[in-house]
């Protein structure tokens, strides 16, 4: 996208809404969807993102091209029965289904935004056309959960998995929109010398994407994890917000937790 450009908000929340919807029916007579959390101390596929650790060939030799040097790698999240893969220029979703040790997968859908990253561009689409072809998946249980995921051509990924946020903290997330201004501002925090806080102000939207309510703008103590915030970039966000349990004295009682930017405009 050129930094000129503002990536209109509607135009975003539509295509959010697309990665939602079901891009091609579902498999038939797909498994039940698994909890959405442990059971037994036991992993399932949605009480955990899937962050890629290792890829293989057809072969079993090792295959490097799906993680990018300086990337961050893929991250697949299960919900509901769909699919969605993070880490890339754009978010990929998927409907799903599984039936025992069998997994089939939609024909993926994705938002639209432009990608200066030529390499991220390319395995992207790579990625749009490995995943309708996995044909089964495998969860270890351990210290650190793994998910494998098997292909029609005999290659394999392997993943290691972190608690979500769901249950991390025991429960869904409060979904909400926050409009982040393009510089930070000295604020007050705590022990913290010089800190340098964000400003935002809270956006509704109604049903048909358009605004409904824009607050007044306020200091921003906390952080947005999965946010890092580059100076002169006005954005808007796509937050859940989740309730910590016992936070301690000097903590928020709130974590809040970056579903995905939504529009985003340099500004001068």
């Not at 039936?99 to 432009?114: E, I, K, N, W, Y």
């Not at 290659?155 to 997330?173: C, H, I, N, V």
């Not at 109604?206 to 999965?226: L, S």
């Amino acid at each position: 996208m050129n930094d000129k450009q503002a990536l209109k908000t509607l135009a975003a929340l539509a295509l959010a809404a697309l990665v939602g919807a079901c891009a091609s029916a579902p498999p038939q007579t797909p498994a039940p969807m698994p909890s959405t959390t442990a059971q037994n101390g036991a992993p399932s596929l949605a009480s955990h993102d899937w962050n890629l650790t290792a890829a293989f060939d057809a072969q079993g030799r090792s295959d490097g091209s799906w993680l990018l040097a300086g990337h961050t790698p893929m991250q697949l999240h299960f919900e509901g029965q769909r699919l969605s893969v993070r880490n890339l220029c754009n978010m990929l979703g998927a409907s799903f289904g599984t039936q025992g040790g069998d997994m089939q997968l939609g024909r993926p859908v994705s938002t639209m935004r432009a990608c200066a990253d030529k390499d991220l561009m390319r395995l992207e689409q790579r990625v749009g056309a490995q995943l309708p072809t996995v044909t089964r998946y495998q969860l270890n249980a351990g210290g650190t959960p793994q998910l494998q995921l098997f292909f029609a051509d005999g290659s394999r990924w392997e993943l290691a998995g972190q608690p979500t946020p769901q249950t991390q903290y025991g429960g869904p997330g409060e979904r909400m929109f926050l409009e982040v201004a393009p510089e930070r501002v000295a604020c007050s925090h705590g022990v913290m010398k010089n800190a340098q806080c964000l400003r935002v102000r809270e956006i509704r939207y109604g049903d048909n994407g358009a605004k409904t309510h824009v607050g007044q703008w306020q200091v921003f103590y906390d952080e947005v994890q999965g946010y890092t915030h580059e100076p002169g970039m006005r954005n808007v966000l796509r937050i859940n917000r989740f309730k910590r349990q016992n936070p301690p004295a000097d903590a928020s009682a709130y974590v809040y937790m970056l579903d995905m930017v939504v529009e985003s405009e340099r500004m001068k």
